[in-house]
């Protein structure tokens, strides 16, 4: 299910499954691709769905091959992220897509419309928020850098699992916070830490939302604590074309804790397109 491609240097791991018109699933921090299986195991009819590792997560390189070996290439700007996408979905000959971004993946959704919105079809904006950072959450970002510092991914895993996951599947489901555990420790801290600073510094997107023609389906985890459904409720009120969905017994990874919920509030916003 998995595959691969050069991109610029770099190795590019992506998932792609089904057949018919083309949804990008974009990950969220910590995680990468894996975070999408639930919905990769089973495409909606008449979709192909395509998921990416952002640069530095997953099976996707950080660095890239130059005549003198590999060299670091660190994403520098959110939108970096976005112009990987572009470019992966170059590669497919794939000119126009619904664009799907959980949480960090909303951030960078937000890159593609700021950089292509001709080339969305439809965005799904999932556990995210618009604004950019708080004087607050750029503190928590450099206590950040210094926890992948001293502990690399296992001491991320150990500071936000607790936040990412509802407080319904934690009491439940064990095996949940273990799986993501696992998709967390399996990145690297280089990519991690990049990501974290590109979170920090990312534009608002607020300004944005009225400004997109495509129409939206925005979700979120009713037990979200780290982007709360009243934000959501918010975003949805600026876009001119925007459906809200809340899931019950979710947290913030909403279409891993609830796939089913997540699916079929998926599916219908699909075939409505
Ligand atoms: C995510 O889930 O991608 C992160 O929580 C986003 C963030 O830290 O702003």
New binding site residues.
């Given amino acids: 299910m998995a595959h691969h491609v050069t991109l610029g240097g770099r190795d590019v791991r992506y998932f792609d499954v089904g057949e018919g018109r083309p949804l990008v699933l974009l990950h ?2 910590p995680l990468s691709a894996d975070m999408w299986r639930p919905q990769l195991e089973a495409p909606p009819p008449g979709w192909r769905l395509i998921a990416p590792d952002l640069r530095g997560f997953g099976g996707t390189t950080r660095d890239v091959a130059s005549p003198g070996g590999r060299v670091d290439a660190p994403a520098t700007a959110i939108d970096e992220y976005a112009g990987d996408v572009l470019q992966l979905l170059d590669a497919l000959e794939i000119d126009r897509a619904a664009i799907g971004g959980l ?2 993946g909303g951030y960078v959704a937000f890159g593609l419309a700021r950089r292509a919105p001709e080339r969305i079809e439809a965005l799904v904006l999932a556990d995210t928020r618009s604004e950019a950072d708080s004087d607050e959450a750029r503190a928590n970002r450099m206590a950040m850098l210094d926890t992948i510092r001293r502990g690399g991914s296992r001491a991320v895993a150990e500071t936000m699992l607790p936040k990412l996951l509802g407080a319904t599947t934690q009491a439940t489901r064990p095996g949940m916070t273990k799986e993501v555990r696992r998709l967390i420790e399996a990145n690297g801290p280089a990519g991690l830490a990049d990501a974290v600073r590109c ?1 920090m510094d990312r534009p608002d997107s607020t300004p944005l939302l009225a400004t997109l023609a495509c129409p939206a389906l925005v979700v979120a985890g009713r037990e979200d604590v ?1 982007t709360p459904v009243a934000l959501h409720e918010q975003m949805c009120a600026r876009m001119r074309r925007a459906t809200l969905v809340v899931i019950d017994r979710a947290g ?1 990874l909403s279409n891993l804790e609830q796939p089913q919920a997540f699916g079929e509030a998926l599916a219908g916003f699909l075939a409505a397109l």
């Fill in positions: 969220a921090f949480s960090m979170m780290v913030h």
